[in-house]
């Protein structure tokens, strides 16, 4: 397994979470990490990027403002703060690793490496 998500868990409406995901097993100067979600019966949605760069960084609309990618270069982890969560984000979500060639996208199929996913719900 060359990525591996955890953090999630159970939080009320309105509460935090932070994700990790351990890219230990690949070098973050030659990929970004994306964020994934999938809910039951709905389709994935790409949610965060983050580059090798602060200026690489994109958020979909459905969570800007309340999510934060970010990245600890020294342990190969790439962090998402979660804030404000909505019942809309229970999801299981999963990060993925693309070649930095890529550039700044959120395309699952330009993403080469997928870890196990973990589930966020969000419920009062």
């Known amino acids: 397994v060359q990525l591996q998500a955890s953090g999630g868990g159970l939080v009320q409406p309105g509460g935090s979470l932070r994700l990790s995901c351990d890219a230990s097993?690949?070098?973050?100067?030659?990929?970004?990490i994306g964020w994934f979600r999938q809910a039951p019966g709905k389709e994935r949605e790409g949610i965060s990027y983050?580059?090798?760069?602060?200026?690489?960084?994109y958020y979909a609309e459905s969570v800007k403002g309340r999510f934060t990618v970010s990245r600890d270069a020294a342990k190969n982890i790439v962090y998402l703060q979660m804030n404000r969560l909505k019942p809309d984000d229970t999801a299981a979500y999963y990060c993925a690793a693309a070649p930095l060639v890529a550039g700044v996208t959120l395309e699952p199929n330009m993403y080469l490496f997928w870890g196990v996913g973990t589930q966020v719900t969000v419920s009062s």
């Open positions: 097993k690949l070098s973050l100067d030659h990929y970004g």
């Open positions: 983050r580059g090798d760069r602060d200026t690489k960084i």
